[in-house]
């Protein structure tokens, strides 16, 4: 089994920036290791369905963003500390939601965009963004 767990939410007026932390632990079904898989980052608005933010492939090679995050948000990876990144700037108080990592543990590169490629999801972090 593997387990996420998000930090570094948390309250932010309009305009800052915020550093989700996602840390992995735990070896997958798929016999993989953190640094053998993709990884997502998502987010979920009250009253609204979970959105895709970004994701990462192995190595931290490529990335992928959707687009109203591409230019503000930056994905990364350390293999060696089994964590992965997610950069916020330039923050909007629509970007307010809980924010989810995820792994893609059956693959290493990024194969989609859809919550449900991913097998494994952390426990979510608030991030709120004030006007």
């Known amino acids: 089994q593997v387990q996420l767990v998000e930090s570094g939410g948390g309250l932010v007026q309009a305009g800052g920036s915020l550093r989700l932390s996602c840390a992995a632990s735990?070896?997958?079904?798929?016999?993989?290791?953190?640094?053998?898989?993709?990884m997502g980052w998502f987010r979920q608005a009250p009253g609204k369905e979970r959105e895709f933010v970004a994701a990462?492939?192995?190595?931290?090679?490529?990335?992928y963003y959707a687009d109203s995050m591409k230019g503000r948000f930056t994905i990364s990876r350390d293999n060696a500390k089994n964590t992965v990144y997610l950069q916020m700037n330039s923050l909007k108080p629509e970007d307010t939601a809980v924010y989810y990592c995820a792994a893609d543990t059956r693959r290493g590169e990024i194969y989609s965009d859809y919550a449900r490629s991913y097998d494994y999801w952390g426990q979510g972090t608030q991030v709120t963004v004030s006007s």
């Open positions: 990462i492939n192995w190595s931290g090679g490529s990335t």
């Open positions: 735990g070896r997958a079904a798929s016999g993989r290791t953190f640094s053998m898989y993709a």
